[in-house]
């Protein structure tokens, strides 16, 4: 892939980018040339360079047009790039900034390609029998082998999220979520408990965003006299694009005042801005092997012995990239899975699934697993895939309307959809108390409730819970969604140890000591209010109409 220096002069510019239109692509129906052949600018658009199913065709204009617009656009961009380069307030932000906005042309050139976007669902081939390991077979590493092991690996946690969906400010990661502790709280105590038993040094590194930054820099001080080392690097900042003229609609790099015009490229930004941030060098140098990556958000996500000691004790090759599978519900249906496609394991999201395919996508029978985002990487191997420039990664067209109403988009990508670029990729189906992730209340719901306890930062279920699955709880967005909210309506959080089944909608409200066992559901009607009251003991019921109880 070519990168359009963003010094150059417009002719080579426009030059470099006609360049780009004929590298490392793949022919297909659109007439796109291989990976690795040669080409000529003049047999683009050649009548007799286009073939389909063995018959030699004419590009219609539209296409014509299409590859001309493609082109201008590229090099449109290049020239708003610069200008936008030029507002910068110094020589070291320059060359920061010219570093990402090099990954993000790269970023764009893909996107107007469209390559890769979609699947060829025919293609897809079964999963092989030794794609995916149960979790159970793996061994746990011999007391002596601990030390050495753990001092091989690095904690990732991607801390970029807001957590402005539950009604909160600032970092998500900073929301509490258990005994006053948050979900930083907790993640520092996980590795300094580790550090401790073991007597190691395994460093904990937050990816925040230009979002998450500036306030997560103020927390992390707290933890200083802790037995953690705790780094922080940023994930890139991309400028939005009008979705109509495909341009940026910044005009400086002043991020601050104009956050609206900027975003974080999502987590599969992860591997270019931990190289960039030298810590990719750092950490090899000092002779760890491996990276786990978590979100910040999965309080199921620990470090995991048994599968650390299949990677870091074993004379054999070990897999340069592990995602943590795990059974999947209906309430995962929707959830990226694994594929066997063109003889490599890879990650298949939603997003890339023809549309006449999508319920095929969320059948549990046909597809049994989805991605945890719990990832194990080969340090190594990031900076060799890096450096070769064959990262490989999906291209998410995120939609969004800003508040004066204009529409632009966002080109993001996932961590887990590099799997891959790598050799020797594994599936590990772990269970289920790997993924605990706080996306909503109703999440927050269980995590606070009697179903957990918290040892050393992890959670543990409750041994009187004789399911290991956990409950489906559902709230209802009016009084529920913020977090604020959410906690005003429990004096305290129920008994669910019991529970199957939870669905509240409306003005609800819950009093001391409330147990739900079985399958609950309570609907309060608009105008309607229903006070659970204190000691209330629900089984396998439905509560609905209008319940007060007033203070005498």
Not at 238 to 252: C, F, G, H
Not at 349 to 354: D, F, L, R
Not at 459 to 470: D, G, I, K, Q, V
Request: glycine residues 6%; contains cysteine; neutral net charge.
């Amino acid at each position: 892939m070519v990168v359009i220096n963003l010094n150059d002069s417009s002719s080579s510019i426009e030059e470099a980018v006609e360049t780009t239109m004929h590298v490392g692509v793949r022919e297909d129906d659109d007439g796109v040339v291989p990976r690795g052949r040669p080409s000529r600018a003049i047999d683009r658009l050649s009548p007799t360079n286009h073939q389909m199913r063995g018959h030699q065709r004419v590009p219609s204009g539209s296409r014509e047009f299409k590859e001309l617009t493609k082109r201008d656009a590229q090099t449109q961009l290049a020239h708003e790039l610069q200008g936008l380069l030029a507002t910068t307030p110094d020589e070291e932000t320059r060359r920061s900034v010219e570093q990402e906005f090099q990954g993000f042309q790269r970023l764009f050139e893909r996107f107007l390609l469209d390559k890769d976007s979609t699947i060829n669902w025919d293609r897809i081939q079964k999963l092989p029998e030794t794609a995916v390991r149960d979790h159970s077979t793996l061994k746990e590493p011999a007391p002596e082998q601990l030390h050495a092991m753990l001092n091989k690996l690095v904690v990732v946690k991607l801390n970029g999220g807001l957590g402005t969906s539950m009604g909160c400010h600032g970092p998500k990661s900073v929301i509490p979520v258990r005994s006053e502790l948050t979900f930083l709280d907790l993640t520092v105590q996980q590795i300094e408990y580790l550090n401790k038993k073991y007597q190691v040094d395994v460093p904990l590194v937050l990816m925040n965003s230009f979002n998450t930054d500036a306030d997560t820099q103020k927390i992390v001080r707290k933890y200083r006299g802790l037995q953690v080392k705790i780094y922080t690097f940023n994930q890139s900042c991309y400028p939005r694009i009008n979705k109509e003229s495909l341009m940026p609609i910044a005009r400086n790099c002043d991020v601050e005042n104009n956050i609206d015009a900027w975003y974080p490229p999502g987590h599969g930004d992860f591997y270019e801005s931990f190289k960039n941030s030298g810590l990719l060098k750092k950490f090899i140098e000092e002779g760890r092997e491996y990276v786990f990556i978590s979100n910040i958000d999965n309080l199921g996500a620990t470090v995991d012995l048994s599968i650390a000691d299949l990677l870091l004790n074993t004379d054999e090759k070990s897999p340069e990239f592990v995602m943590e599978v795990t059974d999947k519900t209906r309430a995962d249906v929707k959830g990226g899975t694994l594929i066997q496609y063109e003889n490599k394991l890879r990650l298949l999201e939603i997003a890339q699934v023809p549309k006449e395919h999508v319920e095929d996508f969320k059948s549990v029978k046909t597809f049994k697993f989805f991605n945890t985002n719990n990832l194990w990487v080969k340090l190594s191997a990031i900076d060799r895939v890096l450096s070769e420039n064959s990262m490989n990664i999906e291209i998410i067209v995120n939609n969004k309307s800003l508040d004066n109403g204009l529409n632009v988009i966002q080109l993001e990508t996932a961590v887990g959809a590099a799997m891959k670029s790598f050799d020797g990729g594994l599936g590990i189906n772990v269970p289920r108390r790997r993924f605990l992730p706080v996306k909503k209340t109703s999440d927050l719901l269980l995590v606070m409730s009697n179903l957990y306890s918290l040892q050393n930062g992890s959670l543990a279920m409750n041994p009187e819970r004789m399911f290991l699955t956990t409950p489906l709880v559902k709230l209802g967005d009016n009084h529920f969604a913020k977090v604020k909210e959410f906690l005003s309506r429990f004096a305290n959080i129920p008994n669910i140890i019991e529970l199957d089944h939870l669905t509240v909608s409306g003005d609800v409200t819950f009093g001391r000591g409330v147990v739900l066992k079985g399958t609950v559901i309570i609907i309060a009607n608009h105008g309607d209010r229903i006070d659970i009251p204190s000691g209330a003991i629900l089984e396998n019921k439905i509560v609905s109409g209008n319940l007060r109880i007033l203070d005498h």
